[in-house]
T-cell receptor, first 113, second 113 residues
Framework: SQQGEEDPQALSIQEGENATMNCSYK?????LQWYRQNSGRGLVHLIL?????REKHSGRLRVTLDTSKKSSSLLITASRAADTASYFC?????????????FGTGTQLKVEL | EAQVTQNPRYLITVTGKKLTVTCSQN?????MSWYRQDPGLGLRQIYY???????DKGDVPEGYKVSRKEKRNFPLILESPSPNQTSLYFC????????????FGPGTRLTVL
């Protein structure tokens, strides 16, 4: 399986509820990033958490990182219909040729009115 | 406006007909990268460039070429396209390869018949 796998693959919630997505990875990392993609469009960076950080907030987003379990979670609070999108985690790790960003397969979030 | 641009946005071509997808960024970023996105596989890196005249293979480089003669441009070349290269392609850039958010272009949807 790939470095960086999201869980669940798809999530459907009602507006106002919280959405939690998880990401697991295999090797040690420098940082972990979350991106959002609206259908068929380019990815947009949401938040970056470094390997020495455990939690980070940005607006309605909360990201946690547990390096001992090699996992991260993205929480979107008070979801809105406009949050409907695919969310990807990306692990940034050092390789022989420099740093490498590897994306997971994504979680499709649908927020219904 | 800071952005990554790609052209064309949509392309339908036939097997074996050489094509180039252009990518340009206006943020003076050192690092540029090409990804392809396929259903169920997430984003996979094709090639990346850490600076002018420095390029390296990503995870799926077969059938592709790139060049980085100028800092702002990073074209993707398919010398002899095949149907398995039908995909959604994204160019991305960042300040460096180390722990920076990546800025994505809008994508190029390529169909090879």
């Amino acid at each position: 399986s790939q470095q960086g796998e999201e869980d669940p693959q798809a999530l459907s919630i009602q507006e106002g509820e919280n959405a939690t997505m998880n990401c697991s990875y295999k090797t040690s990392i420098n940082n972990l990033q979350w991106y959002r993609q609206n259908s068929g469009r380019g990815l947009v960076h949401l938040i970056l958490i470094r390997s020495n950080e455990r939690e980070k907030h940005s607006g309605r987003l909360r990201v946690t990182l547990d390096t001992s379990k090699k996992s991260s979670s993205l929480l979107i609070t008070a979801s809105r219909a406009a949050d409907t999108a695919s969310y990807f985690c990306a692990t940034d790790r050092h390789t022989g040729g420099g740093n490498k960003l590897t994306f997971g397969t994504g979680t499709q979030l649908k927020v219904e009115l | 406006e800071a952005q990554v641009t790609q052209n064309p946005r949509y392309l339908i071509t036939v097997t074996g007909k050489k094509l180039t997808v252009t990518c340009s960024q206006n943020m003076n970023h050192e690092y540029m990268s090409w990804y392809r996105q396929d259903p169920g596989l997430g984003l996979r890196q094709i090639y990346y460039s850490m600076n002018v005249e420095v390029t390296d293979k990503g995870d799926v480089p077969e059938g592709y070429k790139v060049s980085r003669k100028e800092k702002r441009n990073f074209p993707l070349i398919l010398e002899s396209p095949s149907p398995n290269q039908t995909s959604l392609y994204f160019c991305a850039s960042s300040w460096t390869s180390e722990g920076n958010e990546q800025f994505f272009g809008p994508g190029t949807r390529l169909t090879v018949l």
